[in-house]
């Protein structure tokens, strides 16, 4: 099985400053990497995904995130957060063989951007 | 349709009766999983169908939850005799089967067991 670790709770953060979100997983094997943001009173939504190729990947709304095998981490980041960009967002991550089909998340970052 | 829906998206119970919580996938979808949402634990996967076979129910927390899914498309998560502990916002999610092919997930049903 996974498990993913967002060591971050709460992340502040003043509009148009950067922000880096933090994820670690776990896993005996190859892995899928997923980052979910979920806006107040509205369902998950897919920011970006990792499944090969470039260890940096690009998402929707200027967020970008960077696979690292040596440290099992999918941090997520982008340069200049905007207010809209309050939402907690969630890590993921799924096993590549047969069988392993369901999520695993973490727990969650809540991001405030502040005026 | 253009996305997952779900329904109710919401439900007030008395504990001990029993719920039943619909969700309709994107057409053609051959994945199709549900999660829960709970306060302080996150999400969590309950139960996944895939076409024909036989679902994965690995993650169902007892035997009062179990779920269906009739025709390859519609599904039902049906819980019994519910306690107040089942109070969370259950998320389906359909997705198109290919590996690595990323959920997409409904608006959730926020279940409250008086």
């Known amino acids: 099985a996974q498990s993913v670790t967002q060591l971050d709770s709460q992340v502040p953060v003043f509009e148009e400053a950067p922000v880096e979100l933090r994820c670690n997983y776990s896993?005996?094997?190859?892995?899928?990497l997923f980052w979910y943001v979920q806006y107040p009173n509205q369902g998950l939504q897919l920011l970006l995904k990792y499944l090969s190729g470039s260890t940096l990947v690009k998402g929707i709304n200027g967020f970008e995130a960077e696979f690292n095998k040596s440290q099992t981490s999918f941090h997520l980041r982008k340069p200049s957060v905007h207010i809209s960009d309050t939402a907690e967002y969630f890590c993921a991550v799924r096993g590549r063989g047969t069988g392993a089909n369901n999520l695993f998340f973490g727990t969650g970052t809540r991001l405030t951007v502040i005026p | 349709g253009a996305g997952v829906s779900q329904s109710p998206s919401n439900k007030v119970t008395e504990k001990g009766k029993d719920v039943e919580l619909r969700c309709d996938p994107i057409?053609?979808?051959?994945?199709l999983y549900w999660y829960r949402q709970s306060l302080g634990q996150g999400l969590e996967f309950l139960i996944y169908?895939?076409?024909?076979?036989?679902?994965?129910k690995s993650g169902l927390p007892s035997d009062r939850f179990s779920a269906e899914r009739t025709g390859g498309s519609v599904s039902t998560l049906t819980i019994q005799r519910t306690q107040q502990e089942d109070s969370a916002v259950y998320l389906c999610a359909s997705s198109a089967g290919l590996a690595g092919g990323p959920h997409f997930f409904g608006p959730g049903t926020r279940l409250t067991v008086l």
């Open positions: 169908f895939q076409g024909n076979s036989a679902p994965d």
């Open positions: 057409s053609g979808h051959t994945a």
């Open positions: 896993s005996s094997v190859s892995v899928y």
